[in-house]
């Protein structure tokens, strides 16, 4: 009985703290988690365009590192979109009617199905579902969502075994005034992990074409 | 008659194999001291961090990204992760005493022959040359090209270097019985490190390509 008296409490407390350690700081956790997507999915519906410049850091714990990429980005109609790196060196991917084009620093342009990339099929379907915010609904993942006084986060843990060999969990933070995403973070195991926040993001600005298409 | 058949076909089988030898038109030196015109390594360890930009291609599949070589030289390991364009890591290696342990691989990289191939591929850039056990120097004849065999179980290496342009090494074939010459090209500018490398083996249709971005 004894001992009963002193583990009930013991048990208490730990998973006290691990839930306590499962939210991030300054948020809380959203409930009504239905309503939340039905805001982003209303929202979603009158963005045609974004363009956004975006940084990128890289964390390696165990070599205690950081590598830094930035450049722009352009999604169109949810389904053209254009990534131009900068830094560490320029290179363009572009996602246009299924087929994945590179153009590196020299010029030299390369044409795929998308399909072929297995982690870069992933991360654009990331995005792809985040700027359409249907994430919530997305049945590859487990959704668990949490408000601070300035964003939405939405935590996502891969339900199937092909992305968590990818990614252990992925955090897709929203600015609560425009409902778009600002960082995504792509937890790979508990140090390791990659950043890419978008900055300078503009809505339905005219995007050509001709900027998905490469030649 | 039949032993002279065996013996015929033996003869014929090492002309072919000499005949198919990288070095065919070199002659062997000698003299071990030779060996001392090769850096210690192709890569050495004089570098804190190397960041590469890589383009791979595997079968029909094609990835872009980039290699990341970190020097721990109070570790005594060189530590080499391969990350994808959105910084995901696809591929987590370390060179220590020798050997290339892969930590980590994705599973469009995770089969036998490959990273077999890619664990040797590193091996060869970080090997110390003096650590191989048999070693033999070949000269070409009018010019500075010297190249170095080494044996590894049923392979055989050949390091190109050529003594007019700086020492570096700027080729390793590897040779297998019954299989293709796999090949590794480099390629230097100003910095002590290759700025290209390019690894290519047809037997399985991998080419992997290395421009070097970034010393520290």
Redesign the interface.
């Known amino acids: 009985m004894k001992k009963i008296v002193f583990t009930f409490p013991l048990i208490i407390i730990i998973i006290f703290l691990f839930h306590q350690k499962a939210i991030p700081q300054n948020f809380t956790r959203v409930n009504d988690i239905i309503a939340l997507e039905k805001k982003l999915v209303e929202h979603s519906q009158s963005i045609q365009t974004i363009v956004s410049d975006f940084i ?3 964390h ?1 714990a ?2 205690d ?1 950081v ?1 830094i ?1 930035n450049g722009k980005f352009w999604l169109k109609d949810e389904t053209s979109i254009r ?1 131009e ?1 900068y830094k ?2 320029s ?1 363009v ?1 572009v996602i246009h009617d299924e087929e994945f084009k ?1 153009r ?2 020299k010029g030299r342009i ?1 044409s ?1 199905n998308v399909n ?5 099929k992933e ?1 654009n379907n990331l995005i792809i579902s985040s700027a359409r915010g249907d994430l919530v609904a997305d049945k590859n993942f487990d959704v668990v969502a949490y408000e601070s006084s300035d964003r939405y986060l939405l935590k996502l843990t891969p339900k199937i075994k ?1 992305i968590k ?3 252990n969990e992925t955090k897709i933070y929203f600015d609560k005034a425009d409902l778009f995403v600002v960082s995504v973070v ?1 937890v ?1 195991s508990d140090d ?1 992990y ?1 950043v ?1 926040n978008f900055k300078n993001r503009k809505f339905n600005v005219p995007v050509q074409d001709d900027i998905f298409i490469l030649n | 008659m039949y032993r002279y058949k065996t013996i015929f076909l033996y003869l014929i089988s090492l002309l072919l194999i000499n005949a198919c030898s990288p070095v065919t038109s070199y002659n062997k030196i000698a003299h071990p001291g030779e060996l001392d015109a090769f850096p210690k390594s192709v890569m050495g360890s004089n570098f804190d961090r190397l960041l590469y930009k890589a383009d791979i291609r595997i079968l029909d599949n094609y990835y872009t990204g980039l290699f990341f070589i970190k020097n721990d030289s109070i570790d005594n390991r060189i530590h080499i992760v391969a990350l994808s364009e959105f910084g995901l890591s696809f591929l987590d290696m370390e060179y220590h005493d020798g050997e290339i342990k892969i930590n980590n691989i994705q599973s469009f990289l995770d089969r036998r022959s490959l990273k077999k191939d890619i664990q040797q591929n590193f091996k060869l850039l970080f090997i110390n040359l003096k650590d191989y056990n048999s070693k033999q120097v070949y000269k070409k004849p009018g010019e500075e090209i010297i190249a170095l065999k080494v044996r590894n179980t049923f392979s055989r290496y050949y390091y190109f270097c050529d003594e007019a342009g700086e020492g570096n090494i700027y080729s390793i074939v590897q040779r297998r019985p019954f299989k293709r010459n796999k090949k590794i090209f480099l390629k230097y500018n100003d910095v002590p490190f290759p700025k290209k490398i390019v690894f290519s083996n047809n037997n399985i249709r991998f080419r992997m390509e290395l421009d070097l971005l970034e010393v520290n």
């Open positions: 990128q850091e890289k390696l165990f070599i590192e590598i990429s990534w790196y560490p060196f290179h991917i590179t590196d620093d390369s795929f072929s990339n297995p982690v870069f991360v092909e060999q990818v990614i792509m790979e390791d990659t890419i």
